[in-house]
C-alpha cells in the first residue's frame, strides 16, 4: 500500500510516499511513475538489510533498524528495517506493517520545524528511536516478574527469561548500528548547511539513542544475572529432588533386602513360629528407623 504526502513548507514543498507492505503491484507503480531503480526497490524490501546510510547516484539510501514486538512470542522483541530512498524532492519510505508510525503527528511536527525532507525524516527517526525505550521498559517489566517468581522458578520461566535476554541482545545490536549510521549522516552533512532545527533534531536523536544504549546494556547485564541465578536454583532444587528420592530409595531398600532372604526356602534365623512375620517386620521397622536417624544426623533428609 502506498500512501501519499503532500508536504508544505514555508520555503518549498516535497511528496512523501509512505510504502506499507509492499507488493509487486505497488513496485511496478513505483518503477513506472517514479522512476526507481529495482535495485534500490529490493534493498528497501528485504528484511535482514543492516543499517547504513548510503549515496547512489542521484539517490540517497538511509536504512534504519527498530523493534518489533513478535506476535507468536511473549514479549519477544526482533529487528525490522525502515528505509528511506530520497530523490530530489520526493522520499519514499517503506515499512511493514508491523512498524507503526504516526503519519499526521509526523507532518504536523515537520512542519512547524519549517518543513523539509531532513525534517521529515529526522522526526521519524526521533519518534521511532524512542521504541527502543518502551521496548526495553516492557523487556525489564518481564524480567522484574520473574525475579519476583524465583522461589518457584520452572523450565518455563526459563525459557521467558531466554527470551527477554534474547530481545536485549537483539536490540544493543541495533541500536550500535543505527549509532553508526547517525555517525555517518553528522559526518555527510557537516559538508553541508544544516539549519538549527535540523542540527537540535540530529542532536536529539543522538541522545535518545546514546540513552537506549545505556539502558540496554544495563538490562542485559541485569537479566544474564538473574538468568544465571535462576539456573543455579533449578540446579539447586534438581538436587534436592535427586538427593530425596536416593535417599528414600535407600531407606526402602531394607525391607526388600529382608524380605527377599526370608523368601528364600532356606532356613534362617526367626523364621519359625506363628508370630515369625511380626518379629520380621519389627526388625524391619527398627533398621528404617535407625537409617532414618542417621540420615538425619548427616543432613541428608
Known sequence: ????????????????????????????????????????????????????????????????????????TVNSFVLEPITFLIKKNTVFTFRSKALEIDAQKIITKATCYDASIRTLIFTILYQISIYYQNAIDVLNQTRDYYLSNLHKISNQNLIQLSNVERSLVYLASGIKTNLLVLEKITENQNSRKLSQTEKKLLHNIVIEVHQAEQTVEIALEVTERISTTSNNLLNNNLNDVM???????????????????????????????????????????????????????????
Not at 514555508?10 to 522512476?35: A, Q
Not at 535482514?48 to 518489533?68: S, T
Not at 531407606?251 to 526367626?270: D, K, R, S, W
Request: with cysteine; aromatic share 12%; glycine share 4%.
Open 1 to 72: 500500500m502506498i500512501i501519499k504526502h503532500i508536504i508544505e513548507g514555508k520555503r518549498n514543498s516535497f511528496t512523501w510516499f509512505d510504502v506499507c507492505d509492499i507488493n509487486e503491484s505497488d513496485k511496478n507503480v513505483l518503477i513506472e511513475n517514479h522512476e526507481l531503480n529495482p535495485r534500490h526497490i529490493a534493498y528497501a524490501t528485504d528484511q535482514h538489510e543492516r543499517a547504513r546510510y548510503d549515496q547512489q547516484g542521484n539517490i540517497n539510501i538511509l536504512i534504519y533498524n527498530l523493534p518489533v514486538k513478535k506476535e507468536d
Open 243 to 301: 538427593r530425596f528420592l536416593t535417599v528414600w530409595s535407600l531407606v526402602l531398600t531394607i525391607p526388600t533386602i529382608i524380605t527377599g532372604f526370608y523368601g528364600m526356602n532356606v532356613a534362617l534365623p526367626f523364621a519359625k513360629g506363628s508370630i515369625a512375620w511380626v518379629n520380621i517386620t519389627i526388625a524391619t521397622i527398627i533398621m528404617i528407623i535407625i537409617l532414618v536417624i542417621f540420615f538425619k544426623i548427616r543432613k541428608l533428609f
